[in-house]
């Protein structure tokens, strides 16, 4: 029975060497087979995973002889943390190894949507010739709100430096003496809401934090923001966005993460139609580079630690 389970995708040449050291199964359909997933759980010490499989419950229940859980990339909502401590079972996120795919992502979106002009390739292609209404804004002079401001929220800080923005940020924790703080200017969440022209979401999904970007907190918004969530699905109520959007109250929005993942059709329902929004499939963190980084960060603090239990 293999020692490590390995249930979405991770770098090949990573996996190899696991495989090398451990018996391994490693195979990225098991996410979607609960079934045959607990039953090969059943037996080892690892397992790794990504956002979908569901750390909890009964595929903990099943894994009686876990030691550890691997997560490729860095969210921890989808892993009962508090039961696998309480069974003494370690959890090692991939801490840094995609904050700048993530800063990446949020720049560009934040690019695109202020320019406007980039999906209109069929229409020019087509014969048209719209430049008054694709006529866009400059991303220089303005202000970009970060909500939240950890490792990932200081990279775009300093790429939104570098474009001339002004940075403002909103962490409740984050002490303001902290020198961390030389990137941004600490303002209230309501002060960033009315200020920055492009907000950015860098906030786990918690009781407190869900919702947090709804109907009141858009309203006070700046006409004609830009809104980037590439954090957790549930920190913005998706409805509330879709209606400001439709009644053009926000210039814009990028949706990376989702309440539903994957996001299904009767979900995905209530954005037809909005030309000013871009979804993607909770890809902003994996980029070919960082997929390496993480899979190379987990491979080496599983090896070390089940080198440590040997």
Request: aromatic share 4%.
């Given at each position: 029975?293999?020692?490590?389970?390995?249930?979405?995708f991770m770098d090949e040449a990573a996996v190899?060497?696991?495989?090398?050291?451990?018996?391994?199964?490693?195979?990225?359909?098991?996410?979607?087979?609960?079934?045959?997933?607990?039953?090969?759980?059943?037996?080892?010490?690892?397992?790794?995973?990504?956002?979908?499989?569901?750390?909890?419950?009964?595929?903990?229940?099943?894994?009686?002889?876990?030691?550890?859980?691997?997560?490729?990339?860095?969210?921890?909502?989808?892993?009962?943390?508090?039961?696998?401590?309480?069974?003494?079972?370690?959890?090692?996120?991939?801490?840094?190894?995609?904050?700048?795919?993530?800063?990446?992502?949020?720049?560009?979106?934040?690019?695109?949507?202020?320019?406007?002009?980039?999906?209109a390739s069929a229409a020019v292609a087509g014969?048209?010739?719209?430049?008054?209404?694709?006529?866009?804004?400059?991303?220089?002079?303005?202000?970009?709100?970060?909500?939240?401001?950890?490792?990932?929220?200081?990279?775009?800080?300093?790429?939104?430096?570098?474009?001339?923005?002004?940075?403002?940020?909103?962490?409740?924790?984050?002490?303001?003496?902290?020198?961390?703080?030389?990137?941004?200017?600490?303002?209230?969440?309501?002060?960033?809401?009315?200020?920055?022209?492009?907000?950015?979401?860098?906030?786990?999904?918690?009781?407190?934090?869900?919702?947090?970007?709804?109907?009141?907190?858009?309203?006070?918004?700046?006409?004609?923001?830009?809104?980037?969530?590439?954090?957790?699905?549930?920190?913005?109520?998706?409805?509330?966005?879709?209606?400001?959007?439709?009644?053009?109250?926000?210039?814009?929005?990028?949706?990376?993460?989702?309440?539903?993942?994957?996001?299904?059709?009767?979900?995905?329902?209530?954005?037809?139609?909005?030309?000013?929004?871009?979804?993607?499939?909770?890809?902003?963190?994996?980029?070919?580079?960082?997929?390496?980084?993480?899979?190379?960060?987990?491979?080496?603090?599983?090896?070390?630690?089940?080198?440590?239990?040997?």
């Amino acid at each position: 029975m293999a020692d490590i389970i390995i249930t979405e995708f991770m770098d090949e040449a990573a996996v190899e060497r696991l495989s090398a050291r451990h018996a391994t199964v490693y195979d990225p359909a098991l996410v979607d087979q609960p079934d045959r997933l607990a039953e090969l759980v059943e037996q080892a010490r690892v397992l790794i995973v990504r956002n979908r499989t569901q750390v909890r419950g009964a595929l903990l229940e099943a894994g009686k002889k876990l030691e550890c859980v691997g997560r490729l990339g860095v969210g921890l909502d989808n892993i009962d943390l508090a039961a696998c401590k309480a069974r003494g079972i370690e959890v090692f996120p991939a801490t840094g190894a995609n904050d700048l795919s993530v800063a990446e992502y949020v720049m560009t979106m934040a690019l695109m949507l202020l320019r406007g002009a980039y999906g209109a390739s069929a229409a020019v292609a087509g014969g048209q010739w719209p430049r008054q209404k694709l006529i866009g804004r400059e991303v220089s002079g303005r202000v970009m709100g970060l909500v939240g401001y950890g490792a990932i929220a200081r990279e775009v800080a300093r790429r939104a430096a570098a474009f001339g923005m002004q940075v403002v940020a909103f962490d409740p924790y984050l002490p303001a003496d902290d020198p961390r703080w030389a990137g941004a200017e600490l303002v209230t969440l309501t002060e960033l809401l009315q200020r920055a022209d492009v907000v950015s979401l860098h906030v786990p999904l918690t009781e407190t934090t869900r919702h947090m970007i709804g109907t009141a907190e858009i309203a006070s918004m700046k006409e004609g923001a830009i809104l980037v969530n590439a954090a957790r699905g549930g920190v913005v109520d998706e409805a509330a966005l879709a209606e400001a959007l439709r009644a053009g109250r926000l210039g814009g929005a990028a949706l990376d993460v989702f309440e539903t993942e994957p996001l299904d059709a009767e979900s995905g329902a209530r954005f037809a139609g909005l030309d000013n929004l871009v979804l993607t499939p909770h890809i902003a963190g994996v980029t070919e580079e960082s997929n390496i980084r993480v899979s190379d960060l987990i491979a080496d603090t599983v090896l070390k630690f089940l080198d440590g239990k040997s």
